[in-house]
């Protein structure tokens, strides 16, 4: 009985203390990445959708990632890139270790301007690995994309996001990355109902996402903004599963009937059902090699429209997006699951409703003209 009430009072502590007043309609500027950190021109092929926010003062860049439910993890000050995939415990790098991001090494929260949150039972959230202790703090561990890990400690910040300040934000404070790669780390989670839109208080986001031109996510927007928009309905396992019927090439069809993440982390459309990849497979008249799909005598130019059919609304993707070279590369590989992701999101405005499990396809709105967003 007092192991229970013990486990009950954590449980209430962390979710009474995650709970902040929901905000109003809150636009963030965010720009698409490519695959080498570098903003996408007009057309491109986008893999990191990115934001920057503060603390203590100083800027970080950050992806927004669907793929996320769980918590924000932010870089601190401090932070090093060791050497393996994804140990149990925490490394402790050898003395020559480098920043977790070298080629931008002031995007930290420096020393003192978080401090070191406490009410989790073992130190880490429920269902997230404790990697054991760095500088007697407790570090928890996630291993993602077979051999990449974060490792960091719960901390809680005043963060300034698009000009507004979150109190007390909640997140894991980043002390270690493996391996040692020279790419962006800090990641906000904005899976269904994630710590961080839990925090912010938001249960619908607008994604504005275009390749080399002005985009945005908007935390609770106007309902008038898409009231009009088609819509279909998810369900929820983890995260969100959108039902998508098939896929259209030209005038050829690929049945689906399957579910489908959408993942801003992800910067094409992957399978990890072999069924629909060999439909796929027959309606481009491509091949698999490698892990992903080629489309040999196709090339961005040449390419028909690819239309994705999520919950009976078509998608239109333009060849020149899921074709991406003049040798028949594409967008599509195989995966652990089936995801839809950036270039899908890339063609409409797409508003997710976590409380009524919604995803509404907003028709094209008039393009905004393109600000000089430093991010």
């Known amino acids: 009985m007092v192991i229970l009430r013990y486990l009950l009072g954590a449980c209430l502590t962390e979710l009474a203390a995650s709970v902040l007043q929901a905000v109003n309609e809150l636009g963030v500027d965010v720009v698409l990445w490519d695959e080498s950190s570098n903003p996408v021109k007009p057309g491109g092929s986008p893999r990191y959708l990115v934001g920057n926010l503060s603390i203590g003062g100083r800027t970080q860049h950050f992806t927004f990632d669907a793929g996320n439910p769980e918590q924000p993890i932010l870089m601190v000050e401090g932070c090093r890139g060791c050497s393996d995939g994804c140990p149990r415990k925490v490394p402790t790098c050898d003395s020559g270790s480098k920043f977790c991001w070298p080629s931008h090494s002031d995007d930290f929260a420096p020393y003192g301007s978080y401090k070191n949150q406490s009410g989790f039972l073992h130190g ?64 906000v989670g904005i899976g269904y109902k994630s710590a961080f839109l839990t925090q912010l208080g938001a249960e619908r986001i607008l994604l504005h996402l275009r390749p080399g031109e002005a985009s945005s996510v908007t935390f609770n927007p106007d309902p008038s903004k898409y009231a009009d928009a088609k819509y279909a309905s998810f369900r929820v396992s983890q995260n969100r599963d959108f039902p998508v019927d098939e896929f259209q090439v030209g005038n050829k069809t690929a049945k689906s009937g399957a579910t489908f993440r959408i993942d801003t982390g992800n910067g094409g459309i992957c399978f990890a059902d072999q069924e629909i990849a060999d439909a ?18 196709l090339s961005p130019s040449t390419a028909p429209d ?22 028949g590369g594409t967008i599509f590989s195989m995966y652990h699951k089936n995801v839809l992701g950036l270039p899908f999101l890339a063609q409409n405005d797409v508003v997710i409703d976590d409380s009524a499990k919604k995803i509404y396809l907003v028709p094209e709105s008039p393009k905004l003209l393109m600000k000089d967003i430093v991010v």
């Not at 796929?280 to 005598?297: D, F, M, P, Q």
């Not at 690819?306 to 040798?327: E, F, M, N, Y």
């Open 280 to 297: 796929l497979e027959s309606a481009t008249g491509g091949e698999w090699a490698g892990g992903g799909l080629i489309v040999r005598g």
């Open 306 to 327: 690819l239309t994705v059919v999520l919950g009976g609304i078509p998608v239109k993707i333009p060849g020149s997006r899921w074709v991406t070279s003049a040798d």
């Open 124 to 187: 880490c959230p429920l269902g997230v690995q404790s990697a054991g202790t760095l500088d007697g703090q407790t570090v928890c561990m996630q291993c993602f994309g077979g051999g990449h890990a974060r490792f960091y400690s719960m901390a809680e910040a005043d963060i300034t996001l698009s000009g507004t300040t979150i109190p007390n934000l909640k997140f894991g404070a980043l002390v270690r990355t493996t391996p040692a790669l020279d790419r962006i780390w800090s990641n």
